[in-house]
């Protein structure tokens, strides 16, 4: 039995009929075509699903979507959609430092990072590892990761960049 819900997605409200069951990775990638989070695990273990929901990175995966009625949702898509140069400083920033590789994992450590800038602009590298622990990538071994994400935090692109 289909079900109403609206919700802010990536910047812009949006009303949208789902089956409660659903996950909102299900939602993201089959109803809103929006395939940048990836269904790795499917168990919340890996992080390629990783999303943002009112400012906190989440399992897209496992989060019922029946619980984004009323929430902001951002996607990694959406940083690029609303940033002025087309892609985020974080997007940009990974490119440059060669923290992509097979690139499976990247749009979820970007929205990782992405709510670690927006709750502590200023983070030590402690605190990033502790951010994208939660993250899986079996390409890169994580160093330029995590100095893609210091770039961006040294040069003052946490909260309030799209």
């Given at each position: 039995?289909?079900?109403?819900?609206t919700f802010r997605l990536n910047?812009?409200?949006?009303?949208?009929?789902?089956?409660?069951?659903?996950?909102?990775?299900?939602?993201?990638?089959?109803?809103?075509?929006?395939?940048?989070?990836?269904?790795?695990?499917?168990?919340?273990?890996?992080?390629?699903?990783?999303?943002?929901?009112?400012?906190?990175?989440?399992?897209?995966?496992?989060?019922?979507?029946?619980?984004?009625?009323?929430?902001?949702?951002?996607?990694?898509?959406?940083?690029?959609?609303?940033?002025?140069?087309?892609?985020?400083?974080?997007?940009?920033?990974?490119?440059?430092?060669?923290?992509?590789?097979?690139?499976?994992?990247?749009?979820?450590?970007?929205?990782?990072?992405?709510?670690l800038l927006d709750e502590n602009?200023?983070?030590?590298?402690?605190?990033?590892?502790?951010?994208?622990?939660?993250?899986?990538?079996?390409?890169?071994?994580?160093?330029?990761?995590?100095?893609?994400?210091?770039?961006?935090?040294?040069?003052?692109?946490?909260?309030?960049?799209?």
């Amino acid at each position: 039995m289909r079900r109403s819900i609206t919700f802010r997605l990536n910047g812009d409200e949006v009303t949208v009929e789902v089956e409660p069951h659903w996950t909102l990775l299900y939602l993201l990638r089959e109803v809103f075509e929006l395939t940048g989070a990836k269904e790795g695990c499917g168990m919340g273990e890996c992080g390629a699903c990783t999303v943002m929901v009112n400012g906190k990175a989440v399992v897209s995966c496992l989060y019922p979507v029946m619980e984004v009625e009323g929430k902001e949702v951002w996607t990694v898509e959406g940083l690029a959609e609303k940033s002025p140069e087309g892609l985020h400083p974080l997007q940009k920033a990974f490119i440059e430092r060669g923290a992509v590789q097979c690139g499976f994992c990247t749009p979820g450590m970007i929205m990782s990072a992405k709510a670690l800038l927006d709750e502590n602009p200023n983070p030590t590298e402690e605190d990033i590892k502790t951010a994208i622990s939660g993250n899986i990538c079996r390409c890169t071994g994580y160093v330029q990761i995590i100095e893609a994400i210091k770039t961006v935090a040294e040069e003052g692109h946490g909260k309030g960049t799209a």
